[in-house]
């Protein structure tokens, strides 16, 4: 297992490649040369976005919210996020993110350890937001992704698709 601390980074963002249905969403942060990116399933940036913005609901106002959030490339990852953490160093007035590489049974994982400022912060929950939304709807019965060929709704058996 490797640990990788990046301290506080000097950008923080969120991206997806690939068509709806069948996105890669990415965690990317840089610190001075070091760029860190990191492979997350919808359902973690989706979370990550919804904590940060009920923790910045207590903390003062962010200021200038950094506008260059497009991932660097080239933005492949360099492993996938098993978990995630997020604590307030409230000394320091910044987030701090652990991401944990999801590893096999036997082996232990990748982690890296980085701050963010509210700034950067409520960046990302606007963008991810964004990202999140811009998928295949829900499905108002079962919740789960209703694909433009159609969607056969565990909810129903399948015998017919939900109203929307």
């Known amino acids: ?15 997806a490649h690939g068509a709806v249905g069948r996105r890669t969403f990415l965690l990317q942060c840089r610190s001075d040369a070091t760029v860190l990116t990191l492979k997350v399933e919808k359902q973690q940036v989706a979370v990550l ?12 106002r962010p200021g ?5 959030l497009e991932l660097q490339e080239p933005a492949d990852p360099n492993w996938v996020v098993g978990t995630l953490g997020v604590s307030y160093e409230e000394a320091l007035d910044r987030i701090v993110l652990v991401a944990e590489e999801a590893a096999g049974d036997d082996e232990d994982g990748d982690m890296a350890r980085f701050a963010i400022t509210r700034e950067q ?9 964004s990202l999140v939304e811009a998928g295949r709807p ?9 694909d433009p060929s159609g969607h056969l ?3 129903t058996n399948g015998h017919r698709p939900p109203a929307t």
Do not use: K, N, Q, W
């Open 49 to 60: 976005a919804e904590y940060l913005g009920r923790l910045l609901r207590d903390l003062p």
């Open 138 to 146: 829900p499905c108002p019965l079962c919740g789960g992704p209703i």
């Open 64 to 68: 200038h919210l950094p506008d260059d």
């Open 121 to 129: 912060a409520a960046a990302f929950a606007v963008r991810a937001t």
């Open 1 to 15: 297992m490797s640990a990788l601390d990046l301290g506080d980074v000097d950008r923080f963002t969120v991206g």
């Open 153 to 155: 709704c565990p909810r």
